[in-house]
């Protein structure tokens, strides 16, 4: 249920890699904090061709080396719902700005959509969390830290409006 929740919904192209990650993240740093009950947080795809998988594996070992447990199941955004089910859409790259902000319905919708390059605090010379699919661990490691980062200053602005 959404009433009176925080609801965060993360996007990236397959939903098998960036946003996952910073589901499993989001939420655990919210658990930590002794806040799941106020919040909402899922992810989704942009496209359909990984719908029902499980994150990809080297996202999954990257991941549970740092304490996260990436194990979401791939779906694909809706837009007949998930603009009415999230407060805060949050995107990967410009990609899936274009893409996402494309299906709002109206400026309620579109001003949803939010960039997490915005949230960095650490890394300011990135503008996005670059896809690392047809990359190396390396890619996966600074999708990782760039993830991290975000969801610290998202979690930082959402809950205590600093
Ligand atoms: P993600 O990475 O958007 O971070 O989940 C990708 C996963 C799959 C594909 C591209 C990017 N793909 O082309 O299948």
Not at 4 to 30: D, E, H, W, Y
Not at 100 to 113: L, P, W
Not at 150 to 159: A, E, H, I, T, V
Request: charged share 25%.
């Amino acid at each position: 249920m959404k009433k009176g929740k925080i609801t965060v919904l993360f996007i990236c192209l397959g939903n098998i890699c960036r946003s996952p990650a910073a589901n499993a993240v989001l939420q655990k740093m919210v658990d930590d904090a002794g806040l799941t009950d106020r919040f909402l947080i899922d992810s989704a795809a942009v496209g359909p061709w990984h719908i029902g998988d499980l994150p990809d594996k080297r996202m999954r070992q990257a991941g549970a080396q740092r304490g996260w447990d990436i194990s979401h199941i791939a779906r694909q955004f809706d837009a007949s719902s998930d603009f009415d089910r999230f407060d805060y859409i949050v995107v990967m790259d410009e990609e899936n700005y274009k893409n996402i902000t494309r299906q709002a319905h109206h400026e309620k919708e579109r001003n949803q959509v939010i960039r997490m390059a915005d949230y960095f605090e650490h890394h300011p010379t990135y503008s996005t969390v670059p896809d690392p699919y047809y990359g190396g661990m390396a890619d996966f490691e600074l999708a990782l830290d760039l993830i991290e980062d975000g969801c610290q200053g998202l979690m930082k602005q959402l809950f205590t409006g600093k």
